[in-house]
């Protein structure tokens, strides 16, 4: 049987007890563990990905579907992304993956790096659902409601949370 730390925290409080100590309870009260493990709904746990806001969306000098584009996301930085999604535009919210940020998809992983794309310099990567693991659409980026803070952690918004399994 398997034991959600969450949902044990659900009906008592454990905040002040760690793994070791949960452990020795439940076995304590007939509940052998043979094991503790952390779970993440969404491979990497969504990590270094942020709320952007697009300021400016250009088409690309030398491509007739990429766009060049600068991106805030907080904290007075802004990002300069090529991108290729054909729904770019000024204005919008999006998920943002910054230099360094690793991406699962069904592929496998890759991690982002700041690069030129022909001949325009790219610090970052605005996704879709399916290269970040919220969904399966590709037909282009995804638009966040206008409301959200630019800096949000994607986790944050989509109230992704880490769990211990007993």
């Given amino acids: 049987m398997k034991i959600s730390w969450n949902w044990l925290n659900e009906l008592i409080d454990l905040h002040d007890k760690s793994t070791d100590e949960i452990s020795e309870i439940l076995t304590q009260t007939g509940l052998e563990i043979g094991g503790v493990e952390e779970f993440v709904p969404i491979k990497g746990g969504l990590e270094s990905l942020v709320v952007g806001k697009v300021l400016k969306c250009e088409a690309h000098p030398n491509s007739d579907h990429l766009h060049l584009t600068e991106v805030s996301i907080g904290n007075g930085t802004i990002l300069p992304i090529v991108c290729g999604a054909p729904n770019v535009a000024k204005g919008q919210k999006v998920i943002v993956a910054t230099v360094g940020t690793t991406l ?41 409601p206008d409301d959200i803070a630019e800096g949000t952690p994607a986790k944050e918004y989509f109230n992704l949370k880490k769990d211990i399994v007993f």
């Fill in 104 to 144: 699962y998809t069904d592929e496998g992983e890759f991690k982002i790096k700041k690069s030129k794309i022909r001949g325009e310099v790219s610090e970052g990567m605005i996704c879709a659902e399916d290269e970040i693991g919220v969904g399966n659409d590709h037909d282009g980026i995804m638009v966040l």
